[in-house]
C-alpha cells in the first residue's frame, strides 16, 4: 500500500474536517501531489495540487478560500484542511501522486503513479 487517506467523516454544514494521507514505499517528496473527490454518481473532480516542496499550490475554484493543502515530506504525509464545508463538498476524497504537476482535468487516475483508496466526507445537517 503506498497511500492510505483517513480523516473522512460526517459534518455539518459550515463545519471543517482534515485529511490526511499518509505515504510510503516511494519517495514521496519527489512527487506531486493530488486531491481528487468524487461525488455519488458523479465522476472524478479535481480538488487541488501541491508542488513538491509545498511552497506552490492550486485548487479548483469551487474550493477556493476554504480548502488548503499542505504536506510534511519529512513524515510523507500530505493534508487537506477543509473549512466551512457544503453539501455539495460531500464526496469519497482519493490522495494521489504524480511526477506531473497542475494537472486539472481528470477522468481517471491513469495520469498518476499512486493513489490511496479514498476516505468519504458526509456534510449534512
Known amino acids: 500500500v503506498h497511500l492510505v487517506e483517513s480523516g473522512g467523516g460526517l459534518v455539518p454544514p459550515g463545519g471543517s474536517l482534515r485529511l490526511s494521507c499518509a505515504a510510503s514505499?516511494?519517495?514521496?517528496?519527489?512527487?506531486?501531489m493530488y486531491w481528487v473527490r468524487q461525488a455519488p454518481g458523479k465522476g472524478l473532480e479535481w480538488v487541488s495540487c501541491?508542488?513538491?516542496?509545498?511552497?506552490?499550490?492550486d485548487y479548483a475554484d469551487s474550493v477556493k478560500g476554504r480548502f488548503t493543502a499542505t504536506r510534511d515530506n519529512a513524515k510523507n504525509t500530505l493534508y487537506l484542511q477543509m473549512n466551512s464545508l457544503k453539501p455539495e463538498d460531500t464526496a469519497m476524497y482519493y490522495c494521489?501522486?504524480?511526477?506531473?504537476?497542475?494537472?486539472?482535468?481528470?477522468?481517471?487516475?491513469?495520469?498518476?503513479?499512486?493513489r490511496g483508496q479514498g476516505t468519504q466526507v458526509t456534510v449534512s445537517s
Open positions: 494521489a501522486a504524480g511526477r506531473i504537476g497542475w494537472i486539472t482535468h481528470i477522468v481517471n487516475f491513469d495520469n498518476f503513479d499512486y
Open positions: 514505499k516511494f519517495t514521496f517528496s519527489s512527487y506531486y
Open positions: 501541491i508542488c513538491t516542496g509545498g511552497a506552490t499550490t
